[in-house]
């Protein structure tokens, strides 16, 4: 028998027996997966201990079997639409290329990716310097110097030849040349993902660190990065004990994956502590910050804010500011979030904070207003004021007219002689007709919440005639109508528009005035699945005149009420139909 036929021989019953240990680990053991997942990579691990013969690969050979992998893998560097992708891969690659600074084989031509899913809970090295991150794993991670050991790990698979190694071994088993790559295809990942035997996992972890620390990042970071992942390693539901625990909604599967590829936490925790007293590194340095978390943090933010969860978008947004003070997205989300959750005042601040980011964005400039003129009415107009002179010179013109506006619309709000005389003037007299519909929507706004029904309607009506495509013209038109009493007219308005919370808010409303109850529960109940910014009584009080503000608070109520009686049918499924 040729030793080739001996191998393969082997590793058929090497394969066997770990098929056979799998299935008896199974029958008797039901917990969680990962004990499983662990056998899956020990029956591995086993493979590979395997002898082998393997001849050195030529630096500039791996380079390029590294790049030949990369493109049949799909890691490609193209650059994408996206600018928040491309920054992140940026910042990992500039990480990527201090950690390199000490590498042993220089010749090696490091290149980082990044891998926008979230379900990529991991990093990956590939022969060549071919490195891969997943978001999974990066939006776990709370400074650079946490990204440095992860990266250094990686890169020490590459520098160790850990990694040509497993491919080498990979193609000899398959009885494959190195010409037999592009068979690999997009196995490939995977195969370096957890592919190495735990000697070469702790061998990278030590060396990992080394080139960390070397390239002048604190060695704490790596103990950080596993204390966080020992403790999501925790069975699913316990409890999140921080914010980025809770906010790793990271599938456990995707998690497991992480887990199945690399020795436990624990294991490399002690390690690492053996390791750091050995060299007498000092770990309690201050860590670089992750400057690219706070997009994480925005992301996230951002959904908590859509479902109506508007404490932890503020304090998820206040994290993102924290960790990159010019990010005009947190800014403009804090700014909002607060605003939704009725704190006016606090919303003014925030978007004047925003604004000096971001002073080209009308709608941050019609939100100043509005919350000044909530939290302060007295001196809104001068407090807006102050914030125009501060910025107009960084305004275009577009957004200059929608200010004007405001400013106007918060003279006549405070009751200011001449306020609307004044408005007239300015849109007769230079007002370019491509600003006329906008600025007049914004205006109507005010001339509604200063108690002129009436000019508020003509206003919209001359919005229309200008711009008859806007549903939000048709949408605050019948607002106002329904406020007048006028329900036929309200209800046409919004006939052929687009529905979503806003409308059916709006049928709600005109249907309760209208004593139609029920109808009117149903659609607040659609209204607030769309955007549980309805049942929000101090937003809608900020928004809206009284009487509106008061059907709104009914129709909450009523919800309310529903909710309770259904929770109570829940627990009493048979006592309340009996009792009934
Ligand atoms: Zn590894």
């Given at each position: 028998m040729?030793?080739?036929?001996?191998?393969?021989l082997?590793?058929?019953?090497?394969?066997?027996a770990?098929?056979?240990a799998l299935?008896?680990?199974q029958?008797?053991?039901?917990?969680?997966?990962?004990?499983?997942?662990?056998?899956?990579?020990d029956?591995?691990?086993?493979?590979?201990?395997?002898?082998l013969?393997?001849?050195r690969?030529?630096v500039?050979e791996?380079?390029q079997i590294?790049?030949?992998?990369?493109r049949?893998?799909?890691?490609?560097?193209?650059?994408?639409?996206?600018?928040?992708?491309?920054?992140?891969?940026d910042?990992?690659?500039?990480a990527g290329r201090?950690?390199?600074?000490?590498?042993?084989?220089?010749?090696?031509h490091y290149?980082?990716?990044?891998?926008?899913?979230?379900?990529?809970?991991n990093?990956?090295?590939?022969p060549?310097?071919?490195i891969?991150?997943?978001?999974g794993l990066?939006?776990l991670?709370?400074?650079?110097?946490e990204?440095a050991?992860?990266l250094?790990?990686?890169?020490?698979h590459v520098?160790?030849r850990?990694?040509?190694?497993?491919?080498?071994?990979?193609?000899?088993?398959?009885?494959?040349g190195?010409?037999?790559l592009?068979?690999l295809?997009?196995?490939?990942v995977?195969l370096?993902?957890a592919?190495?035997?735990k000697?070469q996992?702790l061998e990278?972890?030590?060396?990992g660190?080394r080139l960390?620390v070397a390239?002048?990042?604190?060695a704490?970071?790596?103990?950080?990065?596993m204390?966080r992942?020992?403790?999501?390693?925790?069975?699913a539901?316990a409890?999140?004990?921080?914010p980025v625990?809770?906010?790793?909604?990271?599938p456990?599967?995707?998690l497991?994956e992480?887990?199945r590829?690399?020795?436990?936490?624990r294991?490399?925790i002690?390690?690492?502590?053996?390791e750091?007293?050995e060299?007498?590194?000092?770990i309690?340095a201050a860590r670089r910050?992750?400057?690219?978390r706070?997009?994480?943090?925005?992301?996230e933010?951002?959904e908590?804010?859509?479902?109506?969860f508007?404490?932890k978008a503020?304090?998820?947004?206040?994290e993102a500011?924290?960790?990159?003070?010019?990010?005009?997205r947190?800014?403009?989300g804090l700014?909002?979030?607060r605003?939704?959750s009725?704190?006016?005042a606090?919303a003014a601040t925030?978007?004047?904070?925003?604004?000096?980011?971001?002073?080209e964005?009308a709608?941050l400039?019609g939100?100043l207003?509005?919350?000044?003129a909530a939290s302060?009415?007295?001196?809104?107009?001068?407090r807006?004021?102050?914030v125009?002179?501060a910025?107009?010179?960084?305004?275009?013109?577009?957004?200059l007219w929608?200010?004007?506006?405001h400013?106007a619309?918060l003279?006549?709000?405070?009751?200011?002689?001449r306020?609307l005389e004044n408005?007239r003037?300015?849109?007769?007299?230079?007002m370019?007709?491509e600003n006329?519909?906008?600025v007049?929507?914004?205006m109507?706004?005010w001339?509604?919440?200063?108690?002129k029904?009436?000019?508020?309607?003509?206003?919209?009506?001359?919005?229309?005639?200008?711009?008859?495509?806007?549903?939000?013209?048709?949408?605050?038109?019948?607002w106002i109508?329904?406020?007048?009493g006028?329900?036929?007219?309200?209800?046409?308005?919004?006939?052929?528009?687009?529905?979503?919370?806003?409308?059916?808010?709006l049928?709600?409303v005109i249907?309760?005035?209208?004593?139609r109850r029920d109808?009117?529960?149903?659609?607040?109940?659609?209204?607030i699945a769309?955007d549980?910014?309805?049942m929000?009584?101090?937003?809608v009080?900020?928004?809206?005149?009284?009487p509106?503000?008061?059907v709104?608070a009914?129709?909450?109520t009523?919800?309310?009420?529903?909710?309770?009686?259904?929770?109570?049918?829940?627990?009493?499924?048979?006592?309340?139909?009996?009792?009934?």
């Amino acid at each position: 028998m040729s030793r080739r036929r001996i191998l393969i021989l082997l590793l058929l019953i090497a394969g066997l027996a770990g098929i056979w240990a799998l299935q008896r680990k199974q029958a008797s053991t039901e917990v969680t997966p990962r004990p499983l997942l662990y056998l899956v990579a020990d029956t591995q691990r086993e493979l590979e201990r395997i002898p082998l013969e393997l001849t050195r690969v030529r630096v500039e050979e791996e380079n390029q079997i590294g790049e030949e992998l990369a493109r049949s893998c799909g890691l490609t560097p193209a650059n994408t639409k996206d600018p928040e992708v491309n920054r992140i891969r940026d910042y990992v690659n500039e990480a990527g290329r201090r950690v390199t600074g000490g590498v042993q084989r220089p010749g090696i031509h490091y290149r980082f990716h990044y891998n926008p899913s979230e379900s990529f809970v991991n990093a990956a090295a590939l022969p060549g310097g071919q490195i891969v991150i997943g978001r999974g794993l990066l939006q776990l991670l709370e400074s650079e110097d946490e990204l440095a050991s992860i990266l250094g790990h990686e890169i020490a698979h590459v520098d160790q030849r850990h990694a040509i190694g497993r491919l080498q071994y990979e193609l000899q088993s398959r009885k494959l040349g190195l010409g037999g790559l592009y068979q690999l295809g997009s196995i490939g990942v995977k195969l370096f993902q957890a592919g190495y035997t735990k000697e070469q996992e702790l061998e990278a972890d030590r060396e990992g660190l080394r080139l960390a620390v070397a390239s002048g990042y604190s060695a704490g970071g790596a103990i950080d990065a596993m204390k966080r992942l020992e403790r999501l390693s925790r069975p699913a539901g316990a409890p999140a004990v921080s914010p980025v625990e809770e906010m790793a909604r990271v599938p456990v599967q995707a998690l497991q994956e992480y887990f199945r590829s690399h020795p436990l936490p624990r294991e490399r925790i002690a390690a690492f502590e053996v390791e750091i007293a050995e060299n007498g590194w000092k770990i309690d340095a201050a860590r670089r910050p992750l400057a690219i978390r706070a997009i994480f943090l925005a992301d996230e933010a951002e959904e908590f804010d859509r479902r109506g969860f508007y404490d932890k978008a503020i304090r998820r947004f206040e994290e993102a500011i924290a960790a990159e003070p010019k990010s005009a997205r947190a800014r403009k989300g804090l700014a909002r979030a607060r605003w939704h959750s009725g704190d006016a005042a606090g919303a003014a601040t925030a978007t004047e904070e925003a604004l000096r980011i971001n002073p080209e964005n009308a709608s941050l400039w019609g939100l100043l207003a509005r919350a000044l003129a909530a939290s302060d009415p007295v001196n809104a107009p001068q407090r807006y004021a102050a914030v125009e002179t501060a910025l107009s010179r960084q305004v275009p013109q577009r957004t200059l007219w929608i200010l004007q506006a405001h400013q106007a619309g918060l003279d006549l709000f405070v009751g200011r002689p001449r306020a609307l005389e004044n408005y007239r003037e300015l849109v007769r007299a230079r007002m370019p007709p491509e600003n006329e519909a906008e600025v007049r929507l914004q205006m109507a706004w005010w001339m509604y919440r200063s108690g002129k029904l009436p000019v508020a309607l003509q206003e919209l009506d001359a919005a229309r005639q200008r711009d008859p495509d806007d549903a939000q013209i048709d949408i605050d038109r019948s607002w106002i109508l329904s406020e007048l009493g006028r329900h036929a007219d309200a209800k046409q308005e919004i006939e052929s528009v687009e529905k979503g919370d806003e409308v059916y808010a709006l049928q709600a409303v005109i249907n309760w005035r209208l004593e139609r109850r029920d109808p009117a529960s149903d659609s607040f109940r659609a209204a607030i699945a769309d955007d549980p910014i309805w049942m929000e009584q101090r937003w809608v009080a900020n928004t809206f005149n009284a009487p509106t503000a008061k059907v709104l608070a009914e129709l909450r109520t009523a919800e309310l009420v529903r909710r309770k009686k259904e929770a109570l049918r829940a627990v009493h499924p048979v006592g309340a139909a009996k009792s009934n």
